[in-house]
């Protein structure tokens, strides 16, 4: 069976994402994009699922309408969503894709969809700053 790590790291290259940091005991990938907005987005690699995160901001001071923004926001993404981590620290954006049958178009798009919210939402989530 065709190592899934290696794999997904082999997508990113084909797609010209590079890779600045590398945990391969963890099996998990720091990239960037720069020019599609994308910085420090980590994909790890969790048999039997691969995870894509992103932090977009801290969760500011003030959030009584910002929760209630994040879940309309969230009704619009393509893929994935927009999360809060558990310490109620960030704001991140997170996707999930199975990892068993995992193509370069699935990765692909998860990617592209977190290019497309930063684009159309990154703006507004910034005003709650």
């Known amino acids: 069976m065709e190592d899934k790590f290696t794999l997904v790291k082999e997508f990113l290259n084909d797609m010209e994402i590079s890779i600045v940091g590398e945990d391969e005991a963890e099996e998990l990938v720091i990239v960037e994009d720069e020019e599609n907005g994308i910085k420090n987005l980590v994909i ?3 048999a ?3 995870v ?3 932090v977009i901001m801290k969760v500011p001071e003030k959030t009584e309408t910002l929760y209630k923004r ?3 926001l969230n009704r619009e993404l393509v893929h994935g969503a927009f999360v809060v981590d558990e310490t109620e620290t960030y704001i991140i954006f997170r996707d999930t894709l199975q990892l068993e049958n ?3 178009n699935e990765l692909e798009g998860s990617i592209h969809a977190l290019t497309l919210a930063l684009s159309e939402y990154g703006s507004e989530l910034l005003e709650y700053v």
């Open 102 to 104: 995992l193509d370069r």
């Open 48 to 50: 039997p699922i691969v």
């Open 44 to 46: 790890d690699c969790e």
């Open 52 to 54: 894509l995160e992103q």
């Open 70 to 72: 994040l879940l309309q």
